[in-house]
T-cell receptor, first 113, second 111 residues
């Protein structure tokens, strides 16, 4: 939609599965973000990467493992998730790493059964 | 901790009416942004207002910022059914690139 793509768009996984979410930005930005959006809750920032280096880990459980191989790609590896991890996971990117405008992908709707 | 809080949580109006949403925040900011989200989709940036600005316009959108009251408002004039969405404010600081989002206002515009 805005130069940031996410795959898959929908994912159903069991608690013992391992899966990965992928985000790619085509905007030449230097910063990338993972957010979690649960029903009736504000967006929760999970991780921030700036020039491929992780600069923020917002006390996220270790069952979520991010990976940023380059400035255009961001992954979120998932393993042994819990049903309460079901949510919309949003990726975003920005040119300005200092709180500027962010561009969001369409999100991955994750259901943990 | 949550920074921005929107008010009201839900707003229902008729097409053609104006919609006003408010946002309050707690700490010093570099800028305040408004985003829109259609159901289950990604957020779309609407407008950014810097801490040294008081008002900004973009098409049918008007944003005000009062740093003394730590509050902002988003006005959508002559609303359309297509404006139905959730609207979020987000505050940015000078450190680390974090944006802190509020819980959002669900706007419903009835044709």
């Amino acid at each position: 939609e805005t130069g940031v793509t996410q795959t898959p768009r929908h994912l159903v996984m069991g608690m013992t599965n391992k899966k990965s979410l992928k985000c790619e930005q085509h905007l030449g930005h230097n910063a990338m973000y993972w957010y979690k959006q649960s029903a009736k809750k504000p967006l929760e920032l999970m991780f921030v990467y700036n020039f491929k280096e992780q600069t923020e880990n917002n006390s996220v459980p270790s069952r979520f493992s991010p990976e940023c191989p380059n400035s255009s790609h961001l992954f979120l590896h998932l393993h042994t998730l819990q049903p309460e991890d079901s949510a919309l996971y949003l990726c975003a990117s920005s040119q300005d790493p200092l709180g500027g405008q962010q561009y969001f992908g369409p999100g991955t709707r994750l259901t943990v059964t | 901790s949550q920074q921005g809080e929107e008010d009201p949580q839900a707003l229902s109006i008729q097409e053609g009416e104006n919609a006003t949403m408010n946002c309050s925040y707690k700490t010093s900011i570099n800028n305040l942004q408004w985003y829109r989200q259609n159901s289950g989709r990604g957020l779309v940036h609407l407008i950014l207002i810097r801490s040294n600005e008081r008002e900004k316009h973009s098409g049918r959108l008007r944003v005000t910022l009062d740093t003394s009251k730590k509050s902002s408002s988003l006005l959508i004039t002559a609303s359309r059914a297509a404006d139905t969405a959730s609207y979020f404010c987000a505050t940015g600081d000078n450190q680390g690139g974090k944006l802190i989002f509020g819980q959002g206002t669900e706007l419903s515009v009835k044709p």
